[in-house]
């Protein structure tokens, strides 16, 4: 290794089970580990994103997290992206849909990738992305 570099991420969640079946479940991440005591873990190529169980209510953020480029977001907080392959990306669009999760945008924007920020049962601010080399059209199809 040629020098540092951030391997984990660590996050509480009052409510284990709806942040399983969001990044599980509408979002097809692969669970690495899961455990109601000690928590549920993503390989992020490299990167373990893991998710808590907190005994004590944990405080949900307020608003959209900011990112550069996005319009609509209006709070400084943590925040994070997940890129998704193009199948993967379209299925989690339609099931995030189906099932009402909150989105800043009624679709996916083209922002120099696909683009579509929702909130996690915890209210975090997650963006879903598909970096596409070149589409044909910058407006997503209904």
């Known amino acids: 290794m040629s020098g540092p570099g951030v391997r984990f991420l660590y996050i509480p969640a009052s409510d284990l089970a709806a942040m399983r079946e969001f990044y599980s479940g509408l979002l097809g991440l692969d669970?690495?580990?899961?455990?109601?005591?000690?928590?549920l873990a993503y390989d992020c190529e490299g990167f373990q994103f893991t998710i808590l169980p907190a005994a004590e209510a944990v405080v949900r953020p307020e608003g959209w997290a900011t990112q550069p480029g996005w319009v609509g977001a209006t709070t400084a907080m943590i925040s994070w992206s997940i890129e998704l392959s193009?199948?993967?990306?379209?299925?989690?669009?339609?099931?995030?849909?189906?099932?009402g999760v909150?989105?800043?945008?009624?679709?996916?924007?083209?922002?120099?990738?696909?683009?579509?920020?929702?909130?996690?049962?915890?209210?975090?601010?997650?963006?879903?992305?598909?970096?596409?080399?070149s589409p044909e059209a910058t407006a997503w199809p209904q």
């Open 31 to 39: 669970e690495i580990f899961f455990s109601e005591e000690e928590g």
């Open 102 to 133: 909150e989105s800043l945008h009624d679709v996916p924007q083209w922002v120099g990738y696909w683009s579509f920020p929702v909130k996690d049962p915890m209210n975090n601010t997650v963006e879903l992305s598909w970096p596409q080399e």
């Open 86 to 99: 193009e199948s993967a990306f379209r299925r989690a669009i339609r099931a995030l849909r189906s099932a």
